[in-house]
């Protein structure tokens, strides 16, 4: 039941986030969204701040295990391929859906001011850092590996930005399109 309950609340922080924001989400508006008691988010998350950790977790776990299932869809001995996938993962789903973008925007938002959401934003980070390099490393001289593999994070994360804060942002389509490109440009530079 412990599992089954927290994935309900996690669901239920996600759809207050996307309803009322980060400042007008509290422990009513989560437990009503629910159906349960407020009692029961402290039980099992220690409060706001611990739900709200424990759903950038959830995030951060569907980003891994959406890139997981789409490198075992395609040839991921292949560095472009899977510097491809990464990219289209981390504008996919629930990454770019609308209670995945708002959750997300408060996350960073918060960050700086939390040590716990600040690890996590770390882990974010070093993790699609990694990602990139792995690739980048078959393709051009190591020397350009941390540049090419941080502008190319900058470039997936400031397009996400751009998109999830404006009234008429690009499709996934284009955005994806952009930063492949992007990763082309930078592979033939050394070619």
């Not at 994935?7 to 922080?13: F, P, R």
């Not at 770019?96 to 939390?114: E, I, M, N, P, Y």
């Not at 001289?141 to 804060?165: C, F, K, Q, Y």
Request: glycine share 4%; proline share 3%.
């Amino acid at each position: 039941m412990k599992p089954l309950r927290q994935t309900q609340l996690i669901e239920a922080t996600l759809a207050s986030v996307e309803a009322y924001g980060l400042a007008g989400t509290t422990i009513n508006t989560i437990s009503k969204l629910a159906g349960v008691s407020t009692g029961i988010i402290s039980h099992y998350f220690g409060g706001k701040q611990g739900l709200l950790e424990a759903t950038v977790r959830y995030l951060l776990k569907s980003l891994k295990t959406e890139l997981v299932e789409a490198l075992q869809k395609v040839d991921s001995s292949d560095p472009i391929v899977r510097l491809e996938a990464v990219v289209n993962v981390n504008f996919a789903n629930i990454q770019v859906s609308s209670r995945g973008s708002r959750t997300w925007l408060a996350f960073w938002s918060q960050a700086k001011f939390s040590p716990e959401l600040s690890k996590l934003q770390l882990v974010s980070e070093r993790r699609l850092i990694s990602n990139l390099k792995y690739s980048f490393r078959q393709l051009i001289p190591a020397e350009h590996v941390d540049a090419a593999s941080h502008s190319t994070a900058a470039m997936i994360d400031g397009l996400w930005l751009r998109n999830a804060l404006s009234d008429q942002p690009l499709s996934v389509e284009t955005s994806t399109q952009y930063c492949i490109d992007y990763i082309h440009t930078v592979v033939k530079q050394y070619k």
